[in-house]
């Protein structure tokens, strides 16, 4: 019996808007979860640590310029110089609780008026998480909340254009949570949601790659 395919860990996606609750969220799940003596590991992308992070990050901030395919493209590859390890950690046992991926990688730029198919294309091969975790709060609440920083796509009108096309990425895999719920009841339902899922991959459902 091949033992590494019956205990896989889980890749768990968090999405939503700016200030739609993931970071704090998938921080909550995480300390859940180590609680529960599940291997686990939070990761986000951009992974600003990286070579290409680190201009993700100056282009963020609004100290490079770069045309809207070229910072795509980087956003995409920021995402592929981290697959080997993510997939080595997963079927290892490791879970890892992502905050963004691939859905905001084709979200932000086809809000920006690229082509949707042209941004997916880059994605593919990409591990496909076993579920994604979608934080639904309408651009104007998110809006409210403790106001925008100052990096680029963090304005209302743009917002509202991501939230577009995040509704039109939506499949199976997706949950969508009521963002606007208190803390505790969204910790709650996604807890439920998480603890299935990671079931479910231990027991051995195949890793898969993007698009599903
Ligand atoms: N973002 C994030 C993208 O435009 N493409 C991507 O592939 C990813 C992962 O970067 F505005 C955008 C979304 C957000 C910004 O994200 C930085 P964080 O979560 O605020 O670090």
Not at 105 to 116: E, P, R, T
Request: proline share 4%.
């Amino acid at each position: 019996v091949d033992r590494s395919s019956l205990s896989r860990g889980a890749l768990i996606v968090f999405e939503g808007l700016d200030r739609s609750g993931k970071t704090s969220q998938s921080a909550r799940l995480v300390s859940f979860l180590k609680e529960k003596g599940v291997p686990v590991e939070a990761w986000r992308f951009p992974d600003r640590s990286t070579r290409v992070g680190q201009m993700i990050s100056a282009y963020l901030a609004n100290e490079s310029q770069l045309d809207d395919r070229t910072i795509h493209l980087l956003f995409s590859a920021n995402r592929w110089e981290k697959r080997v390890q993510m997939e080595s950690k997963l079927r290892s046992g490791t879970s890892l609780v992502v905050d963004r991926y691939s859905y905001s990688g084709v979200a932000f730029s086809s809000a920006k008026g690229l082509d949707i198919d042209w941004c997916k294309a880059p994605e593919v091969g990409l591990i496909a998480p076993d579920l994604v975790l979608f934080l639904d709060v309408p651009p104007e609440r998110a809006a409210e909340r403790g106001g925008y920083g100052t990096e680029r796509y963090e304005q209302l009108e743009f917002q509202k254009k991501v939230a577009q096309y995040y509704s039109m990425l939506r499949d199976p895999t997706w949950e969508i949570v009521d963002g606007c719920l208190t803390v505790e009841g969204i910790e709650e339902k996604l807890r439920g949601l998480v603890s299935e899922c990671i079931d479910t991959c231990q027991k051995g459902k195949p890793v898969t790659n993007l698009w599903p």
